[in-house]
């Protein structure tokens, strides 16, 4: 009787710990803390706005000479009229990162918000 409820035991320990490690595999959890950068850095910012995406997911970006800063979705009626231009603006950088299901970095997002446009150039 003893025998089988350590076997019993075992079995039960096994098996949550097996299901633990299948858990972690499934990738890194994203919480608030982790995905974005808390401390906002104002920023200039001078480069294209593009109009990327398909007709379900669009997003407005400008493209700069060092990388793509996507628009946060507040700001987009402040540069939608400037497509296709060079502008200058100042705005709030943060970043998101994008993980794969395994853990993996996929990718890091720069994103602007609290947008002033400073010169819109053509």
Known sequence: MIKRYFL???LLVLFFFSAALNVY???KSENETTRFRRDLTRIEVSGRV?????SQM???VITGEIREWYIDDSEIDKLMHLQQQNVTVKGQEYFVDRY?????LAGRYYYLKNITVVNPKK
Do not use: E, K, P, W
């Open 100 to 104: 794969f299901a395994n853990g993996m």
């Open 25 to 27: 595999s499934l990738g």
């Open 58 to 60: 669009s997003f407005l």
């Open 8 to 10: 019993y035991i075992g």
């Open 50 to 54: 593009r109009l990327v995406g398909n």
